[in-house]
């Protein structure tokens, strides 16, 4: 689906039965608005813009309201993710800026068998509702998603919403947009830091240094936002700023 103008989608159901890809993308930058639609079947995935090089996802300008994608099952291969941080079939590909308003992403599963990644371990491809990928930017508000991934150079922030299990690869010693903020509101069950190398530091004097910046994620849990599990995945505290107010349930695999 290619629009050459602003396109406002509204009071249809996308009812797929494809092992290729649904894309809605647009030809300068148009505004693609969907409202009040419902995706279901089977498809490769749905992505909201194309794939560009490098840079350049942000040309996408996508709004969506009420929309639904919910048991549906993601027919492609899954994705190799550098080294060992996740093998991954996602549904619905946020590319630009995407805002989203009492949307539901739900129940998403997968034909993809297990791989082996490139430690020469078998790994199963773990479905995903939803993803942000890099230099890109989604903003949900009064949504439920049952999975979410988030790439190292993506900008997530989430407000009033409710998650099952996020895993993210956001980090801070990159190059802008690199956030993901759990806002107020937000209730997730359980997050998984997860990153391709750690922090270093060096104490001179009793004063801690950064000598070696990590692939570590800039999680921001704020207050007002609930996570029943932070899993750190090896990394330190200095990886997640947890506000006052925050509720966190419990906390697994922090590095000392």
Not at 124 to 146: M, Q, S
Not at 207 to 231: C, E, F, H, M, Q
Request: some cysteine; glycine content about 6%; hydrophobic content about 35%.
């Amino acid at each position: 689906y290619n629009f050459t103008e602003d396109t406002l989608i509204e009071n249809k159901v996308f009812a797929f039965n494809t092992n290729e890809a649904a894309t809605f993308t647009s030809e300068n930058n148009n505004v693609i608005t969907m409202n009040d639609v419902v995706f279901s079947g089977r498809v490769q995935y749905i992505a909201m813009g194309e794939y560009r090089e490098k840079g350049s996802y942000i040309d996408f300008t996508n709004v969506m309201t009420n929309v639904r994608a919910e048991n549906m099952v993601v027919d492609h291969p899954g994705i190799e993710n550098v080294k060992a941080i996740d093998y991954m079939a996602p549904l619905v590909f946020l590319r630009g800026v995407s805002t989203l308003e009492n949307c539901s992403f739900t129940g998403t599963t997968t034909t993809a068998g297990p791989l082996t990644d490139n430690y020469g371990d078998i790994r199963e491809v773990l479905p995903y509702d939803c993803g942000v990928p890099n230099n890109c930017e989604a903003i949900f508000n009064n949504c439920t998603v049952d999975r979410l991934y988030a790439w190292s150079h993506s900008m997530i922030t989430l407000t009033n919403s409710t998650l099952k299990y996020i895993r993210c690869s956001t980090h801070h010693n990159s190059y802008a947009p690199a956030h993901l903020t759990i806002g107020e509101g937000t209730v997730v069950d359980e997050i998984v830091v997860s990153s391709s190398g750690s922090a270093k530091f060096t104490t001179v004097n009793g004063k801690k240094t950064l000598t070696a910046a990590p692939w570590s994620p800039s999680i921001i849990i704020k207050a007002g936002a609930r996570v029943n599990r932070l899993d750190y995945n090896g990394r330190t505290a200095e990886d997640v700023i947890i506000e006052d107010g925050a509720i966190i349930g419990e906390i697994v695999n922090l590095a000392e």
